[in-house]
């Protein structure tokens, strides 16, 4: 929520003053909390004060480069380990759209009764062991079940 200023004082005193205690990891929650305090033609500050016994905020200040403000080497730690963390959800990623593509395809199949048994348990068993399998495994599992000529006729191919 925003906050209304409608005191004159508060502006000639500085403006609404939000005190945070904790600096986000997020470049981009950090750009809305300190755009909380002047809104609107009116003045805002901010102040931080952190706990130095936290381990974000001893790592932080270890590692505080010349002319950098505590808060932005959290936030650069924050970048770091966000990097890192979506580094490894690639795979998952284009799993994901994967099996969304397979998923449609068995569906259409098997909701227009093209499928049978066999077909049902081989793509119950993908979907349950897919997380364990890289994209070519899963496509050439589906594919043995639910062939591309099957799916769309003599010569197709799976894509």
């Not at 925003?2 to 904790?22: C, R």
């Not at 959800?89 to 969304?100: E, F």
Request: hydrophobic share 35%; net charge neutral.
């Amino acid at each position: 929520h925003d906050y209304l200023v409608t005191d004159p004082a508060v502006d000639q005193s500085g403006g609404l003053l939000l005190v945070l205690t904790w600096v986000p990891w997020s470049e981009r929650e950090w750009i809305q909390f300190v755009g909380r305090t002047g809104r609107q033609d009116h003045k805002g500050q901010y102040a931080v004060m952190l706990d130095g016994q936290d381990a974000r905020v001893q790592a932080a200040w270890a590692d505080l480069k010349k002319d950098e403000t505590l808060a932005k080497a959290i936030l650069r730690h924050g970048d770091r380990e966000t990097d890192a963390l979506l580094k490894g959800t690639g795979d998952a990623i284009g799993k994901g759209r994967l099996m969304h593509r397979l998923t449609s395809r068995y569906w259409t199949q098997h909701k227009q009764d093209k499928t049978d048994k066999s077909q049902n348990w081989q793509w119950k068993r993908l979907c349950e062991d897919y997380n364990r399998l890289g994209c070519d495994a899963i496509q050439k599992r589906f594919d043995e079940a639910l062939p591309p000529e099957l799916l769309w006729g003599a010569g197709a191919t799976s894509t």
